[in-house]
């Protein structure tokens, strides 16, 4: 469910602290949602836990209507069950690599089972553990997870994702890379290990990023990778904020700034920058303070339009913004739309990855015409997306269709048997 006023809601009582005078304010604007659609945006964002322990911080449990806190204790307790299983099972995964010399980095959510970015490390949604290791060590590193109770399951390594191994009923990713292939070359990969930080959870030594890695790693997995732009994830823009409140002096924003200039995703980091300020109502950094309060019109307007489109041309708006946010004139158009539709979506996307949504097993010779076929695909849901706003545009909006959905066009029936042909086929969620 992507409803953006709702999701705005929900992540600004995330950053209120007691006594904030808009409490009162915010709680009577969520009470005009259904909880239930506020309890299921809360768990498609991965901030279930975290809102049910605010909302109690806040002093606003007694509030809660007594089905509703009964689904929310729940849930909060579901939560954190998860998180003391992930964290006994990322002790004796450390424990086991340790014993063979293994240097091992934990990725993302689970550094908060070391670090208290979230103050405490059961607020922390996480669905998984990520653990980033050296490539010439994984044949030991597999003995390593065998020995901590998991069993391999499949992955795509060596050139895309990870490897995946399962047991104790949570996932653990082992990866050599903290993004798939064709986003490495945003990395200094020598730079990265050399700067983790040893700490220690209950005596058993590891390694994390360092500060301005985890702020960079998180903006490349989150909004480059994963094209987060229309459809942010709160807990994302969380992760950002309580990370920066976190370490504060120790992130070094102009080596960040310095990194996405060079790397021509400067703009993308202002999309994000302004996100996190809309949507949390958070001061930023002062380095990035301002970033772009250039551009907050031109940001308004896009995302006010990308976000009302049916569920089905979702990865169409994600790509459409990608390109427009970069600016430019017409040549510059054609060109960042050839570098998202062409070359990120289709001529660098692994061979793994296309083997997988294809259900092809690895026949190599296939992968030419795979390309191809992705090519048609991505370009066809480009030219959709621009149609349906040309439409809306011109018709002054759309109306709801049988699911709730948009439809455009003079005949509501013709539309809705156009999305019904096709909602399988365009509605995939391309990287």
């Known amino acids: 469910m992507n409803d953006p006023t709702a999701k705005r809601h929900i992540a600004r009582l995330l950053s209120l602290k007691p006594g ?53 204790s729940l849930e909060y307790k579901k939560g954190v069950a998860l998180n003391v299983v992930l964290r006994h099972v990322l002790k004796d995964v450390m424990r086991s690599l340790n014993q063979h010399g293994i240097k091992a980095v934990i990725l993302k959510g689970a550094i908060n089972f070391c670090e208290n970015i979230y103050e405490n490390w059961n607020l922390r949604s996480m669905e998984d553990l990520d653990i980033l290791i050296k490539e010439e060590d994984f044949p030991a590193a597999r003995k390593c997870m065998q020995t901590a109770g998991l069993t391999y399951i499949g992955g795509r390594i060596p050139y895309d994702l990870s490897e995946d191994f399962e047991g104790r ?198 992968l030419p015409f795979l390309r191809i076929i992705h090519l048609f695909r991505v370009v066809f849901l480009h030219i959709i997306i621009i149609a349906y706003l040309s439409i809306r545009k011109r018709e002054g909006g759309g109306v709801k269709g049988e699911m709730g959905h948009p439809l455009v066009g003079s005949c509501q029936a013709q539309k809705t048997s156009l999305a019904q042909k096709y909602q399988l086929f365009l509605r995939y969620q391309f990287r």
Not at 49 to 57: A, D, E, H, N, W
Not at 267 to 276: A, G, M, R
Not at 319 to 347: D, Q, T, W
């Open 169 to 366: 009923d949570i996932a653990v990713d082992m990866h050599y890379q903290p993004v798939p292939q064709k986003y490495i070359g945003l990395f200094d990969m020598d730079a990265f290990w050399a700067n983790t930080i040893e700490v220690n959870m209950d005596g058993i030594k590891m390694h994390i990023p360092c500060p301005t890695d985890q702020i960079y790693h998180k903006f490349v997995h989150d909004v480059i990778r994963h094209q987060e732009l229309i459809n942010f994830q709160i807990q994302d823009l969380c992760d950002f904020v309580m990370t920066c409140q976190y370490y504060k002096e120790r992130i070094d924003w102009e080596e960040i700034l310095y990194r996405v200039r060079k790397n021509s995703i400067e703009s993308l980091f202002k999309l994000h920058c302004w996100q996190i300020k809309k949507n949390l109502g958070s001061e930023l950094p002062k380095p990035i303070k301002n970033l772009s309060d250039d551009n907050i019109q031109y940001y308004e307007k896009w995302c006010d339009l990308l976000s009302k489109c049916p569920e089905w041309l979702e990865s169409a708006s994600e790509r459409l913004m990608a390109i427009l946010v970069r600016g430019g004139n017409p040549l510059e158009h054609i060109k960042n739309s050839f570098n998202v539709l062409v070359k990120e979506s289709v001529l660098d996307e692994s061979r793994e990855f296309l083997f997988s949504i294809y259900h092809i097993k690895g026949i190599g010779i296939l």
């Open 20 to 72: 904030d005078e808009d409490i009162d304010k915010l709680w009577n604007k969520l009470e005009s949602i259904e909880w239930e659609d506020i309890i299921d945006i809360a768990q498609a964002n991965r901030v279930m836990t975290l809102l049910f322990y605010k909302i109690r911080q806040l002093g606003l449990e007694s509030r809660l209507k007594p089905e509703t806190h009964r689904i929310m």
